[in-house]
């Protein structure tokens, strides 16, 4: 794990103390594209947290973006984020 994916996630589970967390780098996906160039990266957020009972999609993401402010644009370029509350995960458990 880099340097800059251990800055991410210690906010994150610091910010949300999450019952699951996961970090994915992509941005050797967008290789060429323009915010390659910057160094900052893409990554993909899937994050469970008490803190997203009751928030909409919109209130979520802002909750996350404020999270890591200071990691935008310099660190992060691209951030796609999965933000559920746990009764969500019950809701996808497939029933046998």
Do not use: W
């Not at 906010?11 to 967390?21: G, N, Q, R």
């Not at 910057?38 to 993401?61: D, K, P, T």
């Not at 935008?72 to 951030?79: E, G, R, T, V, W």
């Amino acid at each position: 794990m880099s340097p800059r994916e251990e800055r991410i996630l210690s906010l994150v589970k610091a910010t949300f103390a999450p019952i699951e967390c996961q970090l994915e780098d992509d941005s050797a996906k967008h290789a060429g594209h323009a915010g390659a160039a910057s160094g900052a990266g893409h990554y993909r957020l899937r994050l469970v947290s008490s803190q997203f009972e009751g928030q909409n999609r919109i209130n979520r993401h802002r909750l996350v973006y404020d999270c890591l402010r200071d990691l935008m644009h310099a660190d992060i370029h691209a951030l796609n984020i999965i933000a559920l509350a746990p009764s969500e995960l019950q809701k996808q458990t497939p029933s046998v």
